[in-house]
């Protein structure tokens, strides 16, 4: 699977944005879909994840009833809609594809594929 990650920009804290990745050699409903995101000197964090078939959403703590996670299966791409966005929030995010157990889902290593990553900065 190839993943290519887009949509990520520079914006004032309490806006919004829409990140998309979309896969290609391999379908997004076959996969667990997570974004992830990092920034300089931390690990990369797990933010959502969509489950494979189920289509079951799970969120990190941090953006839980401010980010959401969905899938196009027609169009083979996984979005993740950020709203009140927080300077907290800046960082890359990486779209990512696996087939992690549960008590994987948000770790780096229950995913096969990455996508190259695109930038969110948020000002305060």
């Known amino acids: 699977v190839q993943l290519q990650a887009s949509g990520g920009g520079l914006v004032q804290a309490g806006a919004s944005l829409r990140l998309s990745c979309a896969a290609s050699?391999?379908?997004?409903?076959?996969?667990?879909m997570g974004w992830f995101r990092q920034v300089p000197g931390k690990e990369r964090e797990f933010v959502a994840a969509?489950?494979?078939?189920?289509?079951?959403?799970y969120y990190s703590n941090s953006v839980k009833g401010r980010f959401t996670i969905s899938r196009d299966v027609v169009a083979n791409t996984v979005a993740l809609q950020m709203n009140s966005l927080k300077p907290e929030d800046t960082a890359v995010y990486y779209c990512?594809?696996?087939?992690?157990?549960?008590?994987?889902?948000?770790?780096?290593?229950?995913?096969?594929?990455w996508g190259q990553g695109t930038q969110v900065t948020v000002s305060s």
């Open positions: 050699e391999g379908s997004v409903r076959s996969y667990t």
């Open positions: 969509i489950r494979s078939n189920s289509g079951s959403t």
């Open positions: 990512a594809a696996g087939r992690p157990i549960l008590s994987s889902l948000q770790q780096n290593s229950g995913y096969y594929y």
